[in-house]
């Protein structure tokens, strides 16, 4: 596979961006780190991001089911992780769609329901980490940073949570107005537009299904926030670090991955957000008192817990990469 210049541009940046993470660590403290990983930690962590997936599947096959689609649990959840896989290495984590197409390929469904079942829980998604998020960030201006002193990073929040909000926008329009997609009709005349457009109206056809499952939808939201809490919890006693805050360390790493989520969106040319994704929470970590050398590799292992687990779906996103060549 030919890379672009602009993905090895990107890949080189992400890549000195961690050279720079490890010499400002100091590469022989983090290899101590490394060497004295608590595993049964570390095999919590796992066992608590595999419950993540399965309740994100649960919401993707509940809607389905509802649109009247005849599938499996284990079909659905094997192509919501070939969607994880995808967004571990795309920007934004947008390579989730993926799970969108493997579920038509797979099943015979039109892709404007799978489409439906894959947007509908993201916009509340979405909308828990900006909110979460921000309200993260006010707390580290508010009590720990010197506004003044942290300009750069303020900016790439501040882009963060912009992006997120119109993302979340434009997904929202695009699922339940359909004024919305009159006043997209301009986009009929673009190559493919017509194409576009007849998909977002056979979509929102089907976007009752996310009203009707509301309560569903949010309670599993909930149900994922905390157990993304608990996967980082345990990683920190992995890694051997308890943050200096006034309150419990589950609530803390519950606003903190939406904070790093927000600044995954800060305008660097990195691969999927490496390099850069580190950096932030090393540099958030620290600001806890947690020494650079734990905060890196605390970062590192959050990258590596979810690829070990969503490599579960690289059969199917290959299968669907070569059905596309």
Do not use: C
Request: proline share 4%; glycine share 6%.
């Amino acid at each position: 596979m030919k890379l672009s210049k602009s993905v090895i541009a990107e890949i080189v940046l992400s890549l000195l961006l961690m050279a720079a993470l490890f010499y400002f660590a100091d590469v022989g403290k983090v290899v101590s780190v490394i060497e004295k990983i608590e595993l049964k930690w570390l095999a919590l962590a796992l066992i608590f991001y595999f419950a993540i997936n399965l309740s994100m599947a649960v919401r993707v096959w509940a809607i389905l089911r509802d649109l009247g689609a005849k599938l499996s649990y284990r079909s659905t959840l094997m192509a919501h992780f070939s969607g994880m896989i995808a967004s571990d290495f795309t920007p934004a984590r947008s390579g989730y769609l993926t799970t969108a197409f493997v579920l038509s390929r797979n099943n015979g469904l039109p892709l404007e329901k799978t489409i439906v079942s894959i947007i509908g829980p993201q916009i509340f998604d979405f909308l828990l980490k900006v909110t979460a998020g921000a309200i993260a960030f006010w707390y580290l201006l508010t009590y720990v940073l010197d506004v003044n002193t942290e300009e750069s990073i303020l900016l790439a929040v501040i882009f963060g949570i912009f992006a997120i909000s119109t993302m979340v926008l434009v997904m929202f329009l695009s699922l339940f107005s359909p004024r919305f997609l009159r006043m997209m009709g301009f986009i009929k005349r673009l190559p493919f537009g017509k194409v576009v457009y007849e998909l977002v109206e056979n979509i929102q056809k089907n976007s009752h299904t996310i009203r009707r499952l509301f309560w569903l939808i949010m309670f599993l939201l909930g149900l994922t926030w905390l157990l993304k809490a608990l996967e980082w919890y345990f990683l920190s006693l992995a890694v051997g670090f308890t943050p200096d805050i006034p309150f419990a360390p589950i609530i803390f790493f519950a606003f903190l991955q939406p904070l790093v989520t927000i600044l995954q969106f800060a305008p660097l040319p990195t691969f999927a957000g490496a390099g850069f994704s580190e950096a932030a929470t090393v540099f958030v970590l620290l600001q806890f008192g947690v020494p650079v050398e734990q905060g890196l590799v605390f970062a590192l292992l959050t990258r590596f817990v979810m690829i070990a687990v969503d490599s579960l779906g690289v059969a199917e996103a290959v299968k669907l990469l070569r059905l596309e060549k």
